[in-house]
């Protein structure tokens, strides 16, 4: 089983590395999702990540289990912070290892591509207009 879950404090991408570390491994290919200074034109100050965490740390091992049976001889590791970041933190740290770079670059790029779509964790902005969540919209107005 890959490691996949939620974090409160800060993430390392040294654990995930280590993770997926394999002799059979010719590449290992990582990603860092960074909180950013800006959004939509908007000034960013910090954000909030909050999640279903029993169904969220579910979904993450599910997507892990899928691209493994998809992929055979990949290994992967997913870590999503929840709680409170400030701008310049890791809000998600990922890590594939595989026989080949080619594949080890594709399968990362599904792996954050699946969490970002089916994961459910839910973002806040915070910035000089006030806070807002990312993706919803109010139906009342």
């Known amino acids: ?5 939620l974090r409160d404090e800060p993430l390392s991408l040294d654990e995930v590395v280590r993770a997926v ?3 059979r491994a010719g590449a290992v ?4 999702g960074m ?3 800006h959004s939509a034109g908007r000034d960013v100050t910090k954000l909030e990540y909050h999640a279903y965490r029993t169904m969220a740390e579910a979904e993450l091992r599910a997507i892990a289990c ?3 049976a998809e992929h055979p001889g990949v290994r992967l590791a997913c870590l999503h912070r929840v ?6 933190a890791a809000a998600v740290v990922c890590a594939v290892s595989a026989p080949h770079r080619e594949r080890a670059f594709v399968v990362c790029r599904e792996l954050i591509d699946r ?3 089916r994961v459910p964790i839910w ?19």
């Open 1 to 5: 089983m890959s490691l996949a879950a």
């Open 66 to 68: 899928e691209l493994e």
């Open 123 to 141: 973002k806040r902005e915070h910035g000089e207009s006030g806070p807002s969540w990312v993706g919803w919209e109010d139906a009342r107005t």
């Open 83 to 88: 709680g409170t970041l400030a701008v310049g």
């Open 35 to 37: 909180v950013r200074n």
């Open 21 to 23: 570390a394999d002799e």
């Open 29 to 32: 290919v990582t990603f860092v």
């Open 115 to 117: 969490v970002k779509a």
